[in-house]
């Protein structure tokens, strides 16, 4: 069932202060060489599938998560639309069960998350969820933390998203959203989905301000960081 659209209040979180694909920064491999957090990436597949690269909204996701070990040891995760899955390999990295979806249809997208998995001998569940399609796969996923970087990028598609965030929220209690985005239009965009469907502000970061300075000297643009969850009836 598709959850019903409510009420919320404007993001009221206090913020500290050309998108193109990066190479990754130190520690983490790919299969043609690259470093970041000791991992390994599949980057033969890198074309013109925007899937198949390592985006900076997702190192920024990725540091988040490692800055925040503690949080996700033993959590249950699910990345949304997680394409080279940097942020759900750091979160499997540091002890979280970790599951790695994208749209079914990118068969692609998906066959690299599980070669990325292999490479770094990191057990994640990886599935095809295409948002806003309720079938069982959604239905069986209780995560405690869902991770998005990046996923705010095609207008048609955010309703589908938030869809399927509140679903993965309400079907899982007390759990939180994580999506590290472009802000292109101010924070209107994400005031307006966020009241459209009923979610609260628990923290918003200038995505550079959690980056070390020779990481951040790589990345470009104006990249937010916002966390939200279920917004309680006493607030609606």
């Known amino acids: 069932m598709i959850p019903k659209l409510s009420a919320s209040p404007s993001l009221r979180c206090s913020i500290s202060t050309s998108q193109t694909p990066i190479s990754s920064p130190r520690n983490l491999k790919l299969t043609n060489i690259m470093l ?27 540091e988040y998560v490692w800055q925040q070990k503690q949080r996700f040891s033993e959590a249950n995760v699910v990345e949304l639309g997680a394409g080279t899955c940097l942020p ?3 979160a499997a990295k540091v002890g979280a069960n970790v599951t790695l979806t994208d749209d079914s249809s990118r068969l692609e997208v998906l066959d690299n998350m ?9 057990e994640c569940n990886v599935l095809g969820l295409t948002w806003g399609v309720w079938d ?16 705010l990028y095609d207008s ?25 985005y472009h802000n292109r239009s101010g924070h209107h965009l994400i005031e307006f989905l ?11 970061l200038d995505g ?4 070390p300075s020779f990481k951040a000297s790589q990345l470009s643009g104006n990249i937010q960081l916002v966390e939200m969850a279920l917004m309680s009836k006493d607030n609606a």
């Open 36 to 62: 970041f957090y000791d991992f390994k990436f599949s980057t033969q597949n890198m074309r013109e599938d925007y899937g198949l690269y390592v985006w900076p909204c997702s190192v920024i996701l990725g």
């Open 194 to 204: 966020m009241r459209k469907w009923g979610l609260k502000c628990v923290k918003l």
């Open 136 to 151: 069982s796969s959604i239905f069986d996923l209780r995560p405690t933390i869902i991770l998005g970087a990046d996923v």
């Open 88 to 90: 759900g390999l750091v």
């Open 114 to 122: 599980r070669r990325v998995c292999d490479l770094n001998k990191l």
């Open 208 to 211: 550079f301000s959690i980056l």
């Open 156 to 180: 048609n598609a955010f309703d589908d998203l938030f869809a399927t965030v509140t679903f993965l929220l309400r079907n899982s209690p007390g759990s939180t959203f994580i999506t590290s």
